[in-house]
Structure formats: structure tokens, C-alpha cells
């Protein structure tokens, strides 16, 4: 398993996706069962790094199926500073996928402490999350042994989704009818993942050229993808190690815009969605001005081998479980065309003075 890169786990996303997809009533079964009850108004949805990431991507769609507010917090900051919680109308989701982050540890011993309903969202091990927690929504990915996780953000997302649509049905706001569909809608954009994956290698591989002499970039996103551009600046800083950095799309029109240099690369994440009208005449401006301008997703009007057109299913719900897979995989072909070794940490002192960790991770 050592030789293992974060390529081998992008194309293992798909057959461990649609696996959770099929086995969804079973693995959220606790979850939906304590929901129907109908008395929480808010869920804290609380991570850190790419768990965080994979939180702010599924909070429109949870809201949407559970009709319940989804607050996120980091992990350090529910264990710390959040004060307003209620105890009688609060539930708290913990997400960390190997189940030994210290601080999302801590977070749980504080909604345990205030008697606030929990259930961690982890993989499927007797971790110390899951010893714990109130209770726990497996991640059923399994292990994932580099530090930067791709497999395992995607399938967090779907399984914080999945979460919702039982959630939804044990509630009665989806109908029988409605569940199929949505499982049905899943399966198409799931099957889907690893023809996105061919394409954005091709796609990288057309501009490697130009690509490997990236250093600063900026990624934006709108409406649930921009958790997507989030999480696809975090792969890039953790594995390329240079300058990137994400925004909302139209908080990047408020400055960050203005330092946009004829050096710096920006990616577009640009799903059909609402908001592409606008992303596409953004698109065409800087396009006109800037050599390093991309888009994942088509641009209309624009014909461009900087463009990955597809082929995505483009689901107006799920369509961050595919624009992703690009994203991950340029991180990957970026920094190993420049030869950067993973191996050698920045500041390998920082592990054992800040650890983040509650104990390693077994091999």
C-alpha cells in the first residue's frame, strides 16, 4: 500500500462511491432514525482541513432535503468559542475521516459535556471518535494512506448527502417517488467520475506546458462548488506547494481581482448552474487579457484547449461530486511534473510540537 499515490485513490472513487450509494439506508440508518424524531431546528456540521471542506460542499443540498438550518464550525472553534448551543434543539455532526483529529475530539467532548445529540461521521474502525461519539454515519471508503485525501473528500460528500436524503425520508419531505430519483440522479453522476477523470488528464496533459510553470493561482467557485474550489486550492497548497488561493466567485470581483497579475493563473469551476452567466462573461474578459485563465467546466462562446468541457452529467445537486475530480488530479500531475517529493516536510518539526493527531495511523 505504500506505493500507493493520490492517482490510484481518485480511480478508486467511483467503485467506493457507488458502493455507499447502495448501502446508504444501512450506513445512515442511526442518523435517520434520531432526525425523525423532528425536534432539532440547527445542525452544527463541524471538521476541519478537507473534512471541513467536504461540509461546506453538502450544507445546500442537506438544508434543501432536511429543511433544518446547517451551521459549520471549524473543529477548534466548537470546542472553543462557539456559546450560543442548545442543547434541546441542536444536533452536531463530527466529521473526520480517520476519526483521530484532536481537535474535532475535543469538540465532541464538549457536545457530550453540554448533552447536545452527536454522531461522527468517520471510517468504518474503532477509532477514538467513534468511541466517543453519541453516535456514528460511516464512511465506508476505506483507508486512505496519504495525507492528502481525495477519495476520502469525495465520498464524505456523498455520505454527508446520502445522510440528508434518509434524513429527508424519515422526516416525510421526500416522497418515495422523490428518494428513487434523487438514487437514481446519484448513480448517474457516480458512474460517471472516472470518464472525468480521463478527460481532465487529457486536459492537463494538452496544457502541461504552460501548467507546470504555475506558481500562483487562484481557484473560484459559486453556489455548492465553491466548497469544490476550497478544497481544490487546499490539494494544490498541500501537494504543489506554492501560492493558491480559492474564492466565492463573486467575492473575488470585490479586490482579489485587482491583483491579478500576467504571471498569476486563475481556474474557474464552472458548472451550468446559477451563477454561470456571470462566471462566463468573467471568463471572456479575463481571457482577453491573461495567457493563464482556465475553466473546468465549458465556457459558452469560447473554444479553448484551457477549457475541460466535459463530459460531465452537470446534476444541478451533484454536480461537486464530479467538477472535483479534475481538481484533484491536476494537484497531483502539477506536482509531480515539477518532481516535488511529498516525503519532505517544510517544517517536520511542527508534527511533534503542534500534533494534530490523537495517534498514527496504522498501517
Same mark, same amino acid.
Given at each position: 500500500?505504500?506505493?500507493?499515490?493520490?492517482?490510484?485513490?481518485?480511480?478508486?472513487?467511483?467503485?467506493a462511491?457507488?458502493?455507499?450509494?447502495?448501502?446508504?439506508?444501512?450506513?445512515?440508518?442511526?442518523?435517520?432514525?434520531?432526525?425523525?424524531?423532528?425536534?432539532?431546528?440547527?445542525?452544527?456540521?463541524?471538521?476541519?482541513? !478537507?473534512?471541513?471542506?467536504?461540509?461546506?460542499?453538502?450544507?445546500?443540498? %442537506?438544508?434543501? %432535503?432536511?429543511?433544518?438550518?446547517?451551521v459549520?464550525? !471549524?473543529?477548534?472553534?466548537?470546542?472553543?468559542?462557539?456559546?450560543?448551543?442548545?442543547?434541546?434543539?441542536?444536533m452536531?455532526?463530527?466529521? !473526520?475521516?480517520?476519526?483521530?483529529?484532536?481537535n474535532?475530539?475535543?469538540?465532541i467532548?464538549?457536545?457530550?459535556?453540554?448533552?447536545?445529540?452527536?454522531?461522527?461521521?468517520?471510517?468504518?474502525?474503532?477509532?477514538?471518535c467513534?468511541?466517543?461519539?453519541?453516535?456514528?454515519?460511516?464512511?465506508?471508503?476505506?483507508?486512505?494512506?496519504?495525507?492528502?485525501?481525495?477519495k476520502?473528500?469525495?465520498?464524505?460528500?456523498?455520505?454527508l448527502?446520502?445522510s @440528508?436524503?434518509?434524513?429527508?425520508?424519515?422526516?416525510?419531505?421526500?416522497?418515495?417517488?422523490?428518494?428513487?430519483?434523487l438514487?437514481?440522479?446519484?448513480?448517474?453522476?457516480?458512474?460517471?467520475?472516472?470518464?472525468?477523470a @480521463?478527460?481532465?488528464?487529457e486536459?492537463?496533459?494538452?496544457?502541461?506546458?504552460?501548467?507546470?510553470?504555475?506558481e500562483?493561482?487562484?481557484?473560484?467557485?459559486?453556489?455548492?462548488?465553491?466548497?469544490?474550489?476550497?478544497?481544490g486550492?487546499?490539494?494544490?497548497?498541500?501537494?504543489?506547494?506554492? !501560492?493558491?488561493?480559492?474564492?466565492?466567485?463573486?467575492?473575488?470581483l470585490?479586490?482579489p481581482?485587482?491583483?491579478?497579475?500576467?504571471?498569476?493563473?486563475?481556474?474557474?469551476?464552472?458548472?451550468?448552474?446559477?451563477?454561470?452567466e456571470?462566471?462566463?462573461?468573467?471568463?471572456?474578459?479575463?481571457?482577453?487579457?491573461?495567457?493563464?485563465?482556465?475553466?473546468?467546466?465549458?465556457q459558452?462562446?469560447?473554444?479553448?484547449?484551457?477549457?475541460?468541457?466535459?463530459p460531465?452529467?452537470?446534476?444541478?445537486?451533484?454536480?461537486?461530486?464530479?467538477?472535483?475530480?479534475?481538481?484533484?488530479?491536476?494537484?497531483?500531475?502539477?506536482?509531480?511534473?515539477?518532481?516535488?517529493?511529498?516525503?519532505?516536510?517544510?517544517?517536520?518539526?511542527?508534527?511533534?510540537?503542534?500534533?494534530?493527531?490523537?495517534?498514527?495511523?496504522a498501517r
Amino acid at each position: 500500500m505504500a506505493e500507493y499515490t493520490m492517482y490510484h485513490y481518485v480511480y478508486e472513487t467511483r467503485e467506493a462511491a457507488l458502493s455507499i450509494l447502495n448501502k446508504s439506508e444501512e450506513l445512515c440508518r442511526g442518523f435517520a432514525e434520531e432526525i425523525s424524531c423532528g425536534k432539532y431546528e440547527r445542525i452544527w456540521l463541524v471538521a476541519s482541513g !478537507t473534512s471541513y471542506n467536504a461540509c461546506l460542499t453538502a450544507r445546500y443540498f %442537506m438544508e434543501k %432535503m432536511l429543511g433544518i438550518p446547517c451551521v459549520l464550525a !471549524t473543529s477548534y472553534g466548537f470546542a472553543h468559542y462557539e456559546s450560543v448551543l442548545d442543547p434541546s434543539r441542536d444536533m452536531m455532526l463530527a466529521v !473526520t475521516q480517520e476519526g483521530e483529529s484532536t481537535n474535532t475530539i475535543d469538540a465532541i467532548n464538549r457536545a457530550n459535556k453540554m448533552n447536545i445529540t452527536n454522531f461522527v461521521v468517520t471510517e468504518n474502525m474503532d477509532n477514538t471518535c467513534t468511541q466517543i461519539a453519541g453516535g456514528k454515519i460511516t464512511l465506508d471508503c476505506g483507508r486512505e494512506f496519504m495525507g492528502p485525501k481525495t477519495k476520502g473528500y469525495t465520498c464524505t460528500v456523498l455520505t454527508l448527502m446520502l445522510s @440528508a436524503v434518509e434524513g429527508g425520508r424519515a422526516l416525510g419531505k421526500i416522497t418515495s417517488e422523490e428518494y428513487s430519483r434523487l438514487k437514481e440522479r446519484l448513480h448517474s453522476t457516480l458512474d460517471n467520475i472516472d470518464r472525468v477523470a @480521463a478527460a481532465a488528464e487529457e486536459w492537463f496533459q494538452a496544457n502541461k506546458e504552460d501548467l507546470i510553470q504555475c506558481e500562483k493561482c487562484y481557484i473560484l467557485g459559486y453556489g455548492a462548488n465553491y466548497g469544490t474550489a476550497v478544497e481544490g486550492a487546499l490539494k494544490s497548497l498541500e501537494t504543489v506547494r506554492m !501560492t493558491f488561493f480559492s474564492f466565492e466567485m463573486e467575492e473575488f470581483l470585490h479586490g482579489p481581482l485587482a491583483s491579478v497579475k500576467p504571471d498569476v493563473y486563475t481556474i474557474l469551476v464552472a458548472p451550468p448552474s446559477y451563477g454561470y452567466e456571470r462566471v462566463n462573461t468573467l471568463f471572456r474578459i479575463m481571457n482577453d487579457q491573461n495567457e493563464h485563465i482556465y475553466s473546468i467546466g465549458a465556457q459558452e462562446g469560447i473554444e479553448s484547449p484551457h477549457v475541460l468541457t466535459g463530459p460531465f452529467i452537470n446534476d444541478e445537486d451533484f454536480s461537486p461530486l464530479e467538477y472535483i475530480i479534475p481538481l484533484q488530479l491536476f494537484a497531483y500531475l502539477l506536482y509531480t511534473a515539477k518532481g516535488i517529493d511529498l516525503n519532505v516536510r517544510n517544517y517536520p518539526r511542527t508534527r511533534d510540537m503542534l500534533p494534530t493527531k490523537a495517534r498514527p495511523l496504522a498501517r
